[in-house]
T-cell receptor, first 115, second 111 residues
Framework: KAGVTQTPRYLIKTRGQQVTLSCSPI?????VSWYQQTPGQGLQFLFE???????NKGNFPGRFSGRQFSNSRSEMNVSTLELGDSALYLC??????????????FGPGTRLTVL | DQQVKQNSPSLSVQEGRISILNCDYT??????FLWYKKYPAEGPTFLIS?????DKNEDGRFTVFLNKSAKHLSLHIVPSQPGDSAVYFC??????????FGTGTSLTVIP
């Protein structure tokens, strides 16, 4: 069974640009969550999508948005990039949402560098 | 506001000895706790979990202890092996899929 895939793996952008990251969940998984990992901050929850609907959202500005398609693939968009957005962005998928404590399977992440 | 904290950024242990990784949380409503292990250039992988109705869960060399009154979680690895060298994250959950992660502890097991 293929794991969670994320594209691209590495990305370099400049301040003010926008970026779109993609995540393909494990086949059969309908929930996709996004996290930002920075040194000293651990993994910060961005949002979760299930059946094309955003179910939960973390404490990030509106520049961070996402969406999920009917095949459960998800994209995350960051507009007007800032230097502080440089981070590893991780996507995790699980079978269901809203039921207690589904195990999340993480992708390898997209390393975004903002210059 | 960091609701889940791992106060030790790094830990070194001799092979064969016990590794103890600690985690503290502030929200008494958390009802499920997990540990993840992360190697460089890979995403975190699930290691072990515990529900708030339990105080201990064991899986092979890995045991997680939960002390709800102290809002403290620990992961014991016995015996430690060089392949256990990785970054360990603890996480806590309020609802199904929203998890709060700690900042991670980098474990080095010295052969």
């Amino acid at each position: 069974k293929a794991g969670v895939t994320q594209t691209p793996r590495y990305l370099i952008k400049t301040r003010g640009q926008q970026v779109t990251l993609s995540c393909s969940p494990i086949s059969g998984h309908r929930s996709v969550s996004w996290y930002q990992q920075t040194p000293g901050q651990g993994l910060q929850f961005l949002f979760e999508y299930f059946s094309e609907t955003q179910r939960n959202k973390g404490n990030f500005p509106g520049r961070f948005s996402g969406r999920q398609f009917s095949n459960s693939r998800s994209e995350m968009n960051v507009s007007t990039l800032e230097l502080g957005d440089s981070a590893l962005y991780l996507c995790a998928s699980s079978k269901l949402a809203g039921t207690p404590h589904n195990e999340q399977f993480f992708g390898p992440g997209t390393r975004l560098t903002v210059l | 506001d960091q609701q889940v904290k791992q106060n030790s950024p790094s830990l070194s242990v001799q092979e064969g000895r016990i590794s103890i990784l600690n985690c503290d949380y502030t929200n008494s409503m958390f009802d499920y706790f997990l540990w993840y292990k992360k190697y460089p250039a890979e995403g975190p992988t699930f290691l072990i979990s515990i529900s708030s109705i339990k105080d201990k869960n064991e899986d092979g060399r890995f045991t997680v202890f939960l002390n709800k009154s102290a809002k403290h979680l620990s992961l014991h690895i016995v015996p430690s092996q060089p392949g256990d060298s990785a970054v360990y994250f603890c996480a806590a959950s309020l609802t199904g899929n929203q998890f709060y992660f700690g900042t991670g502890t980098s474990l080095t097991v010295i052969p």
